[in-house]
């Protein structure tokens, strides 16, 4: 009989306790150990663990992950890769070096459709991708954010630690968009005003309402609306994409189905397995099998969109100027 991967986290959260409730359903897999974020090192040194799920606020995302790729512990990191461009590379520097498995939570690349979707588009110009995130706030976090004294915000609503909803909600729209179209060489964003999952709560740095155009490399654009809103509005996660001869509906969590018409037929498609659970489940195949090919979204693929969401966010601190994330010769 094999013997189970024991498993790791730093970070205690409500993310890591839906890791460990997924975990639990899964065979010959062990939790043994469980840190906070400022104890990683302890984790590291005083348990033996065979990966480490890092599901810490995103700035604090480097040290758990260099740690343990330094030591040659695979890694399943929460989104986003990191808060900076330097925690970005410090990371993707590591699991290079590493040659270690390392996966990064981007579970939309974990959808099952998502191949015969890219094969479908990629002779076909795509023109628009227009994203719908409209998420509800997580249970409790309404609370924490009416609650919070004036100046010291929960870490979630902290634009420092967390990036707010750009980098929470917003990057798996951009990381999708991504998967689908492309390298991207332009990014804009513009925030609103209104008070929504905010409402009632002190005055905070990070925005309820976001709006961000991306400029692919074939000339698509990319739209995503995101809205932060309290717990009693239903949430919605749609990716419309507009392409020659083709027009299609991804309709994500919790139906995880395409829609829509190519070439005047009609086109159905759903997913077999949760991409999260999906997701997960390729991340301990990689870590049994010691291939750090087979997660869906490596390191690299994930400081594509670090790169785009810090644009987004110059953008919004350059009064929505559009910024230029082509590379010089």
Same mark, same amino acid.
């Given at each position: 009989?094999?013997?189970?991967?024991?498993?790791? &986290?730093?970070?205690?959260?409500?993310?890591?306790?839906?890791?460990?409730?997924?975990?639990?359903?899964?065979?010959?897999?062990?939790? +043994?150990? +469980?840190?906070?974020?400022?104890?990683?090192?302890?984790?590291?040194?005083?348990?033996?663990?065979?990966?480490? &799920?890092?599901?810490?606020?995103?700035?604090?995302?480097?040290?758990?992950?260099?740690?343990?790729?330094?030591?040659?512990?695979?890694?399943?990191?929460?989104?986003?890769?990191?808060?900076?461009?330097?925690?970005?590379?410090?990371?993707?520097?590591?699991?290079?070096?590493?040659?270690?498995?390392?996966?990064?939570?981007?579970?939309?690349?974990?959808?099952?459709?998502?191949?015969?979707?890219?094969?479908?588009?990629?002779?076909?110009?795509?023109?628009?991708?227009?994203?719908?995130?409209?998420?509800?706030?997580?249970?409790?976090?309404?609370?924490?954010?009416?609650? @919070?004294?004036?100046?010291?915000?929960?870490? &979630?609503?902290?634009?420092?630690?967390?990036?707010?909803? =750009? !980098?929470?909600?917003?990057?798996?729209?951009?990381?999708?968009?991504?998967?689908? @179209?492309?390298?991207?060489?332009?990014?804009?964003?513009?925030?609103?005003?209104?008070?929504?999952?905010?409402?009632?709560?002190p005055a905070s740095d990070v925005e309820d309402v976001l709006?961000?155009? =991306?400029?692919? @490399?074939?000339?698509?654009?990319?739209?995503?609306?995101?809205?932060?809103?309290?717990?009693?509005?239903?949430?919605?996660?749609?990716?419309?994409?507009?392409?020659?001869?083709?027009?299609?509906?991804?309709?994500?969590?919790?139906? !995880?189905?395409?829609?829509?018409?190519?070439?005047?037929?009609?086109?159905?498609?759903?997913?077999? @397995?949760?991409?999260?659970?999906?997701?997960?489940?390729?991340?301990?195949?990689?870590?049994?099998?010691?291939?750090?090919?087979?997660?869906?979204?490596?390191?690299?693929?994930?400081?594509?969109?670090?790169?785009?969401?810090?644009?987004?966010?110059?953008?919004?601190?350059?009064?929505?100027?559009?910024?230029?994330?082509?590379?010089?010769?």
């Amino acid at each position: 009989m094999t013997a189970p991967l024991r498993i790791g &986290f730093a970070g205690a959260g409500a993310v890591a306790r839906r890791h460990m409730a997924l975990l639990g359903e899964l065979e010959e897999v062990e939790v +043994v150990a +469980v840190r906070d974020e400022h104890d990683e090192d302890r984790l590291l040194e005083g348990e033996t663990i065979d990966a480490l &799920f890092v599901c810490t606020p995103p700035g604090a995302h480097a040290e758990p992950t260099v740690a343990a790729l330094r030591r040659g512990v695979p890694v399943y990191l929460e989104k986003p890769l990191a808060r900076t461009a330097e925690d970005g590379e410090r990371i993707v520097s590591a699991w290079k070096e590493s040659g270690t498995v390392c996966a990064v939570g981007y579970q939309w690349r974990a959808l099952d459709f998502l191949d015969e979707v890219r094969a479908g588009l990629e002779d076909r110009g795509v023109g628009l991708l227009v994203s719908r995130n409209v998420s509800a706030a997580e249970g409790g976090r309404v609370e924490q954010l009416r609650s @919070a004294a004036p100046g010291r915000p929960p870490w &979630f609503a902290d634009q420092r630690v967390s990036g707010g909803i =750009l !980098f929470e909600l917003g990057s798996h729209d951009i990381d999708l968009q991504v998967a689908l @179209a492309g390298p991207v060489v332009s990014a804009q964003a513009a925030a609103g005003d209104a008070a929504l999952a905010q409402a009632g709560a002190p005055a905070s740095d990070v925005e309820d309402v976001l709006l961000l155009t =991306l400029r692919f @490399a074939s000339g698509a654009l990319g739209t995503i609306a995101v809205v932060w809103t309290g717990a009693d509005v239903p949430e919605l996660f749609e990716l419309d994409v507009f392409a020659e001869s083709a027009s299609l509906r991804m309709d994500l969590d919790p139906r !995880f189905e395409v829609s829509g018409h190519v070439d005047g037929q009609r086109v159905s498609m759903t997913v077999a @397995a949760h991409p999260l659970r999906r997701s997960v489940a390729r991340f301990l195949d990689a870590v049994r099998a010691g291939d750090p090919s087979l997660p869906f979204c490596s390191p690299a693929d994930a400081r594509q969109t670090l790169e785009i969401a810090l644009a987004c966010e110059r953008s919004l601190a350059e009064g929505s100027k559009p910024i230029d994330l082509r590379r010089s010769p």
